[in-house]
């Protein structure tokens, strides 16, 4: 994993990366103010005001020691002035490091500015004022990236039509673990464009560069695209990294002629990259990665000679061919396809790439056991990451050519090698790299042993990641005179047999990222481990080990961590809370015995909370009402009591996963979800609750996953529940339901289609009546496979590319089971031990994709259908104890995946030789 550094500074370097290589030289370029400009008192008079709005601190590098009353402001630390009048036109504050309690009025008196930078400022995270920018007309150039601004964006800005240059680029951690990026997104943490960006560079058609890096455009859907196609014909730099873009590229934007450099970074941008991207005559930077494109990628786009940067990394589906890269190519400083479906050599023309500074390689599908000795002539190159299981061996001995080397990385390679003669010493061909910052090694096969110690040797290294290898990980002396122990951000040992806890992590104060998880440490932790993470961890994965006892730094683990992993330990006593920073705590599967009845104050920013498989016992509490921004809460599998809070149900807009199942909750359902309900998976299963299943879950258009199962509700069967399109798994067994399934002949016949479900399980109920064919023939996913889903069921989540798999506890093949993860190739009805009578639907034959049927246990009478010969996946099949007739089809003989069949006690005659084939009942 890596994170930005600590320092303030290093923190800029790091966020500005978003901008490596995005700036442009503008055509308005500052004037110095000419001897013979006087400033004019009135300006002079705002500015005063609009310093006295300001403090400095210990970072600050601007004093603004000369704006003094009675000396000429014209002259001042980042002020010019219009020689003409004297009027201030250019405010230049960039990364003074100054504080505010908020933008001053005061600025908006200057209404001659044409240049206006305050970035890397703090102004504490309030909104921006909602008027006074409309007053600036004249702005060319409006800088406000970097300065903890929050909320919309003020609608003036979009009247400033002279604008050339807009940034309101934003602070973003951006953490590196394994394949995945940590991106915080606490709900309004970052500025927002409303009603939406269309609207907003409607009137900036003389825009040339816009960076909106970690703004929120989630709500523009397709339209994100078209927007500036036809707003923004001058553009020549687009920025917008981070900034929640759910929607595929449209074709339109190549018609913006100018455009040099586009960043996407970090987003769900989905389908093709345009063709036409290489019709830009002046592209030079195209940054596409952490996205969900695929197809061919536009090998055209190599032609062009201004090209210096292309990133297309961790877009799994893009596949692509590397040119030749000819001597033509020496501009290309980025190129990066790490993680990508690229396939074919590596061209040994690599080498002509002279001035490369980053190369990433997905090595998976190049054929390829060794990599093409030329990339060790790329005597540039600061960062080397290569992925994919291609390549096998050792690290190449030509890295060690690469004395510029800041970043190496070797993940999923299949990389192996003895390391016995490592103790005390650097791996092989990495001693000469004294520049290396980063070595991630993670998910390889290296095996032996290894001291850490070797690595604080190195003078400039602050990463280390040897997670997921054959290693044993030992200690070793420490050394005061080590001088990178003291600047080390980040350490990945997850699952390095470690048994106890490295004492090197003494030394080491600056930490940001740990992750231990899945070793062998015991015990408590240390006292001196909670007074080192307190202030600088932001990362901490503990989980998988044996630790125990009481956890944390009093009653708050820590202020300053975004993300807390302690899952599959043995820690106890009172679950502890998370800091005001903390957006993803997994404390699953302990011994934590209560939560504090003010743990929800301590959630304002989560988004992620898991604590299930612990011994939590008492009420959920009141106070959970002031988690907003949830999305995920699993309290599942503990002792709790009482009633569900309305709030989980009626006011959490964000929550779309709550799992309770496994607790003694009662009382009813809450009966008021919002019409903007988010709710895609809800699990109440296994308690007391009881009552009507609440009608305004309607509302959920997105619900997923419904399972009530084992509780006590006395109801009809949900046919309203058909009105939600993305229903998948209904689970009703073992409550008290009753009266017909599907729609009454009287009622509409569409008002109880179920056209998304693949799991019904209705069992144990009081449900009676005769099962209709025109019920089962609308279950369209249990006949046809839909190949663009994912395997799994489950939520994906932006922290750390977090995964959430919906669970389900069924009764299949005749044993009840639980299901870990929901795959969509499990396709099962159950409608055992219930009082359906009349004959078994022969549309059932239809849903051909069914691998469990179980209708044991009913009042089912006449033939066994020949149509359910049909259904070639079927594994389970229950219909025993009810009051079938005749002989049992030949046809079901061939079910060649049929491994459990039970006919037993009905009336069924002259058994085939074939049934003793199959485990039967």
Not at 28 to 42: G, I, K, V
Request: proline residues 5%.
């Amino acid at each position: 994993m890596m994170i930005s550094r600590s320092s303030h500074q290093q923190q800029l370097l790091l966020c500005l990366l978003l901008h490596l290589g995005l700036g442009i030289q503008l055509s308005y370029s500052l004037a110095t103010t000419s001897n013979q400009t006087t400033c004019r008192p009135d300006q002079s008079s705002v500015l005063l005001r609009l310093r006295r709005s300001f403090s400095a601190t210990t970072d600050s590098t601007c004093t603004l020691a000369s704006w003094r009353a009675g000396t000429d402001c014209c002259h001042w630390e980042g002020v010019a002035c219009a020689t003409a009048d004297g009027r201030v036109t250019t405010l230049d504050l960039a990364e003074c490091g100054l504080q505010s309690a908020g933008l001053h009025p005061a600025l908006f008196e200057l209404t001659s500015l044409r240049y206006l930078d305050l970035s890397v400022n703090s102004f504490n995270e309030p909104e921006l004022p909602a008027v006074g920018f409309e007053r600036l007309t004249e702005l060319t150039y409006l800088n406000l990236s970097y300065t903890d601004f929050r909320g919309k964006i003020p609608h003036g800005i979009r009247r400033l039509s002279k604008l050339v240059s807009l940034d309101f680029t934003n602070w973003i951690y951006l953490v590196e673990g394994d394949n995945d990026y940590f991106l915080p997104l606490g709900e309004g943490r970052w500025p927002i464009v409303e009603p939406g960006i269309g609207s907003f560079v409607a009137n900036l058609s003389n825009l040339k560069e816009l960076y909106l890096g970690n703004v929120d455009l989630s709500g523009n859907g397709a339209a994100w695209c078209s927007a500036f196609a036809n707003s923004t014909p001058q553009l020549q730099v687009l920025s917008l990294p981070n900034t929640h873009i759910d929607a595929p590229i449209c074709e339109s934007l190549s018609t913006i002629r100018s455009l040099t450099k586009i960043n996407l970074n970090y987003n769900k941008v989905y389908d093709q990259i345009p063709e036409s991207f290489a019709d830009l005559p002046s592209l030079s930077v195209l940054k596409l990665a952490y996205n969900r494109l695929q197809g061919r990628f536009p090998m055209r786009i190599f032609q062009n000679r201004n090209l210096t940067a292309v990133d297309v990394s961790y877009n799994s589906k893009v596949s692509g061919l590397l040119p030749n890269f000819s001597s033509h190519s020496i501009m290309m400083k980025e190129l990066l396809f790490s993680n990508t479906n690229f396939s074919g050599p590596i061209p040994r023309s690599i080498s002509n790439l002279k001035s490369l500074k980053k190369l990433g390689i997905a090595a998976t599908n190049f054929h390829q056991e060794q990599l093409p000795t030329s990339i060790g002539e790329l005597r540039s190159l600061t960062s080397l990451q290569v992925s994919g299981a291609g390549i096998v061996g050792e690290i190449p001995s030509w890295v060690a050519n690469l004395t510029y080397l800041e970043t190496l990385q070797f993940s999923n390679c299949g990389l192996s090698a003895q390391v016995p003669s490592f103790i005390g010493q650097v791996l092989p061909h990495l001693c000469n790299l004294t520049q290396l910052g980063t070595i991630n090694l993670h998910s390889n096969s290296f095996r032996g042993t290894i001291q850490l110690s070797s690595f604080f040797k190195m003078p400039n290294l602050f990463s280390l990641n040897l997670s997921n290898n054959k290693l044993s990980v030992v200690d070793g002396e420490y050394n005061s005179s080590w001088a990178s122990i003291q600047n080390f951000d980040t350490l990945c040992l997850a699952s390095c047999s470690i048994s106890k806890l490295p004492n090197t992590l003494k030394h080491m104060y600056n930490v940001e990222v740990l992750d231990l998880s899945n070793n062998h440490i015991h015990g408590p932790l240390p006292q001196w481990a909670w007074d080192n993470w307190i202030k600088s961890l932001i990362l901490m994965n503990i989980s998988y080990n044996q630790l125990s006892s009481g956890i944390g730094y009093g009653p708050v683990i820590s202020a300053n961590m975004f993300v807390i992993d302690i899952s599959y330990n043995l820690f106890e006593g009172p679950i502890p809370m998370p800091g005001p920073q903390n957006q993803l705590f997994d404390c699953s599967n302990n011994h934590f015995s209560s939560m504090p009845f003010n743990f929800g104050s301590h959630l304002s920013s989560i988004s992620l909370l898991m604590a299930p498989g612990n011994k939590l016992s008492g009420e959920i509490p009141q106070s959970i009402y002031e988690a907003t921004s949830l999305m995920l809460l699993d309290l599942s599998n503990n002792d709790l009591i009482g009633s569900i809070p309305s709030c989980l149900m009626e006011d959490m807009s964000r929550l779309n996963v709550l799992n309770l199942k496994g607790n003694q909750l009662h009382g009813k359902l809450p009966n008021s979800p919002k019409q903007d309900c988010a709710f895609e998976a809800l699990d109440f299963s296994d308690n007391q609750i009881e009552g009507q299943l609440p009608r305004s879950l309607a509302a959920c258009k997105d619900l997923e996953v419904f399972d009530i199962g084992k509780n006590l509700i006395n109801d009809t069967f949900p046919c309203w529940m058909s009105m939600l399109p993305k229903l998948q798994v209904l689970v009703l067994k073992s409550n008290r339901f009753i009266g017909d399934v599907g729609p009454s002949i009287s009622e509409d016949q569409n008002s109880c289609e179920f056209e998304k479900l693949r799991i019904i399980d209705l069992a144990s109920n009081s449900f009676s009546g005769l099962l209709r064919n025109e019920w089962f023939m609308s279950m369209g996913s249990m006949m046809t496979k839909d190949v663009n889903e994912t395997l799994v069921m489950e939520n994906q989540y932006d922290l750390l590319g977090q995964t959430y798999q919906f669970t389900t506890a069924i009764t299949y093949k005749g044993s009840d089971i639980s299901f870990s993860k929901i795959l969509r190739t499990i396709v099962i009805i159950d409608v055992s031990n219930n009082a359906f009578y009349g004959p078994i639907p022969e549309s059932i034959g239809d849903l051909v994709l069914l691998g469990g049927l179980n209708m044991s246990h009913n009042a089912l009478i006449g033939l066994i259908p020949s149509q359910l010969g049909m259904l070639h996946q079927l594994e389970s099949l229950d219909m025993s104890s009810n009051e079938l007739s005749g002989e049992i089809p030949w046809e079901l003989a061939s079910l060649d995946f049929l491994s459990m069949l039970n006919l037993s006690y009905n009336q069924l005659k002259h058994w085939p030789i074939w049934v003793s084939s199959v485990e039967s009942m």
